[in-house]
């Protein structure tokens, strides 16, 4: 029988916002650690889990099946499960400014048959979470959806709870931002907030945004590969080109995101690092101060500009050095003779 102390940490992941569901897809890519690893609890430390996860309850229906896959959101609701981590994914729409309908919803309630919106289920689930996680910037900061002129009132999960929310162990709403999300960034955060729940770890650490500051401390530009060539004032005219993609419309300088530095996949790919921009999607003003998108941004001009001087510059100096020491030392000359200076003291 299981015991308080062996009592499981509940992952109840809810996708009913509005979204893709590009972030359950890109967490199955996840290696440092894999999902795999977390759930089966194949790392040091980690409590014992129970994730209920659409993308991998394939046994279960919303209402049918070997399980019924609702019924733990109803037995969170109740209490029965404690704790749990409460992931949210996709935007929250306001359902209070239209006369009928619903925008979105997860489950239906068992009382009336009808559908659960989503905020419903945030108003329900957030006050007896041990931790809210907002994954992807849908969930986030409303991303896509909440883009002005949306019909939906849509809005990422601090502006419906509120930006001071804590939860009942005072943890703040987690925010791990992107669009999709960084695989390894959102399987790293869960892991944090499982040993955190454990007592193996510090509070998490956040920046203003909400967003882990271990990962998102830096900017796309502070990590990418192409940053030599804009401190030289080398830029791409035309994609395919090795060189700084800012005057192709890159928001890297300002971005803060560390897809370059860690890559995509075991460290391989990334946006800039396979030639495409970055288009600030883990940002709290994505898309609408981005856009248009693949236009150059309003400071690049100026900061071109500069870098274009100074990098001139620098260019030409660097050369003059590189001649000096891309050749051996005056005591070597190519072939078997060796010339040092050096006298034997016998």
């Keep these: 029988?299981?015991?308080?102390?062996?009592?499981?940490?509940?992952?109840?992941?809810?996708?009913?916002?509005?979204?893709?569901?590009?972030?359950?897809?890109?967490l199955t890519a996840a290696t440092?650690?894999?999902?795999?690893?977390?759930v089966l609890g194949a790392l040091p430390g980690l409590p014992k889990i129970a994730v209920h996860w659409p993308l991998i309850d394939f046994e279960c229906g919303p209402e049918q099946g070997a399980d019924n896959f609702i019924e733990w959101w109803h037995k969170a609701d109740r209490g029965e499960l404690d704790p749990?981590?409460?992931?949210?994914?996709?935007?929250?729409?306001?359902?209070?400014?239209?006369?009928?309908?619903?925008?979105?919803?997860?489950?239906?309630?068992?009382?009336?048959?009808?559908?659960?919106?989503?905020?419903?289920?945030?108003d329900r689930l957030a006050p007896k979470a041990l931790a809210v996680l907002a994954v992807g910037t849908c969930a986030t900061y409303g991303g896509i959806h909440a883009m002005a002129g949306n019909p939906t009132g849509a809005m990422g999960v601090p502006d419906y709870l509120g930006w001071k929310w804590r939860s009942k162990a005072g943890i703040p709403i987690v925010c791990v931002p992107g669009c999709p999300i960084h695989p390894d960034n959102l399987s790293e955060t869960i892991l944090y907030l499982l040993y955190q729940a454990a007592g193996k770890a510090p509070m998490i650490p956040l920046d203003e945004a909400l967003r882990p500051t271990w990962l998102f401390g830096a900017t796309v530009h502070e990590g990418c590969d192409r940053g030599g060539y804009y401190e030289?004032?080398?830029?791409?005219?035309?994609?395919?080109?090795?060189?700084?993609?800012?005057?192709?419309?890159?928001?890297?300088?300002?971005?803060?995101?560390?897809?370059?530095?860690?890559?995509?996949?075991?460290?391989?790919?990334?946006?800039?690092?396979?030639?495409?921009?970055?288009?600030?999607?883990?940002?709290?003003?994505?898309p609408d101060k981005f856009m248009p998108f693949m236009d150059p941004p309003p400071g690049s001009?100026?900061?071109?500009?500069?870098?274009?001087?100074?990098?001139?510059?620098?260019?030409?100096?660097?050369?003059?050095?590189?001649?000096?020491?891309?050749?051996?030392?005056?005591?070597?000359k190519k072939g078997r003779e060796l010339t040092t200076g050096y006298k034997a003291p016998w």
């Design 301 to 332: 001009r100026v900061s071109a500009t500069g870098s274009r001087v100074y990098g001139g510059v620098m260019r030409r100096l660097r050369k003059i050095t590189e001649r000096k020491v891309d050749k051996e030392p005056a005591w070597r």
């Design 232 to 286: 030289q004032g080398e830029f791409a005219k035309e994609y395919g080109s090795p060189k700084c993609l800012v005057k192709l419309g890159c928001w890297g300088p300002v971005v803060k995101c560390n897809v370059p530095k860690r890559g995509w996949i075991n460290g391989v790919g990334g946006c800039p690092n396979v030639g495409g921009i970055c288009i600030a999607c883990t940002m709290p003003g994505f």
């Design 1 to 26: 029988m299981t015991t308080a102390e062996e009592a499981p940490v509940h992952i109840l992941w809810m996708n009913g916002g509005l979204g893709c569901d590009g972030d359950s897809v890109a």
């Design 84 to 122: 749990f981590v409460l992931v949210v994914e996709g935007s929250i729409p306001n359902e209070a400014i239209k006369s009928e309908g619903y925008w979105c919803g997860f489950g239906n309630n068992p009382d009336t048959g009808q559908p659960m919106t989503t905020s419903e289920w945030l």
């Design 32 to 38: 440092q650690p894999s999902i795999e690893e977390i």
